[in-house]
Each structure stands twice: as C-alpha cells, then as structure tokens.
Antibody
Framework: EVQLVESGGGSVQPGESLRLSCVVS????????MSWVRQAPGKGLEWVAN???????YYADSVKGRFTFTRDNVKNSVFLQMNSLRVEDTAIYFC??????????WGQGIPVTVSS | QSALTQPPSASGSPGQSVVISCTGT?????????VSWYQQHPGKAPKLLIS???KRPSGVPDRFSGSKSGNTASLTVTGLQTDDEADYYCTSYTHFNNLIFGGGTKLTVL
C-alpha cells in the first residue's frame, strides 16, 4: 500500500519560514517524481511544485524564488522549504506522487497559516 | 498563467449522465496528452479519476471517462450516484514540466 505522510505545517507570521516534509512508502521512491499542491481555504487546488527523479525542481510563478523543493532518496522523503511566507500562502498543502503528469497518490494534507 | 476554465457547477439526477468541460490553450491541453481529472469530497484529499486524457487507474469505476478535442478536455460521469457529489478538478501538463489546474466544478446529484 502506498502511503504519503506530511508534517511540518503550522502558524507563522508573514516573512517567516516553514519546512514541510513528506515521507513516502510502498513504492520505488528513487525513480518517482513528486509534487506539492495546495488549497487555500474555500478555494480550488493550485499546483505548487514538481521534483524530478534527478532532483530538478519546477515551480509555480507564485512561489518561484521563495520555495525550494528537495528530496532525500535514503529517507524516502521530500521537503518543501518555504521562505518569505505571505498571507496568500495560507492553505492546506498536499504532497503527491506524479506519474505521467497525473497525481496518483496523495497525502492527507497539512495546514499552513500565515497571519500577523 | 491563468487556470484552466471549468464551469463552477454541474448537476444531474441519479442514474443520469453529466459532462464537465475543461478549456485551456494550445500551450497546455491542446499541446499535450497529459490531462488528468480528480474528485475531491469535502475535507478529503483529491483522488485521481483519469490520467493521460482517458486512462482510468485501477479501482476507478468505468462510469468515469475522459476525452479531449482541441484545447478542451471533458469528464463524463454516467449512471450518477449520490456519492458522486463532490468537487472535480482537471489538470494539464504545460511547459517546462509544470502543471496547471482548472478552477474546479461542484457536482450536485439532485
């Protein structure tokens, strides 16, 4: 069974940083592309970032330059370092596996609140 | 880049069929066969229904089907059931290994 478990969310003030983690089990993690998707309260889904098997990151314009997506293939984990957080970054953040650009397995989501 | 365009709402009665559209451009839907559809019930994570325009993952009922014509993709749900009431989202691959989502469609089963 494939499982994704996110952690690291919380409440911060604008300008501060947070690091989200996602541990993956049940598949060959080292060759797996991964994604982060977020959902602001009462809003739709928004793609945030992808990471390839080689560690190359791809980002939405809204987070480019502020967020960094990395992976640790030994720990079967991905990480989203979020710097210079803004109020508009408030959302539930989901980690997901990416297969032929379909998001086939999802975590349960982790809330991030940015508020002064 | 603007989100893909979906109707905000759709509805149908149990047993009926409904089609949800998703319109993009030649830079996303029209340019690649990497359109996916997701179902999201309130408070839950999304679930993949369709990938690569028309492929159903194992376990997804064949009542759900996908298609594409030009810059518009469509999700068809036949034999509507009460549990189909949910939000539905489309995505497409776009340039430089990016993804783009639709704004979502709230499906009501009357």
């Amino acid at each position: 069974e494939v499982q994704l478990v996110e952690s690291g969310g919380g409440s911060v003030q604008p300008g501060e940083s947070l690091r989200l983690s996602c541990v993956v089990s049940g598949l060959r993690f080292g060759i797996q592309w991964m994604s982060w998707v977020r959902q602001a309260p009462g809003k739709g889904l928004e793609w945030v970032a992808n990471i390839g098997a080689d560690g190359s990151g791809y980002y939405a314009d809204s987070v480019k330059g502020r967020f960094t997506f990395t992976r640790d293939n030994v720990k079967n984990s991905v990480f989203l370092q979020m710097n210079s957080l803004r109020v508009e970054d408030t959302a539930i953040y989901f980690c997901a596996t990416l297969h032929y650009f379909g998001l086939n397995y999802w975590g349960q989501g982790i809330p991030v609140t940015v508020s002064s | 880049q603007s989100a893909l365009t979906q109707p905000p709402s759709a509805s149908g009665s149990p047993g009926q069929s409904v089609v949800i559209s998703c319109t993009g451009t030649s830079s996303d839907i029209g340019g690649y066969n990497y359109v996916s559809w997701y179902q999201q019930h309130p408070g839950k994570a999304p679930k993949l229904l369709i990938s690569e325009v028309n492929k159903r993952p194992s376990g997804v009922p064949d009542r759900f089907s996908g298609s594409k014509s030009g810059n518009t993709a469509s999700l068809t749900v036949t034999g509507l059931q009460t549990d189909d009431e949910a939000d539905y989202y489309c995505t497409s691959y776009t340039h430089f290994n990016n993804l783009i989502f639709g704004g979502g469609t709230k499906l009501t089963v009357l």
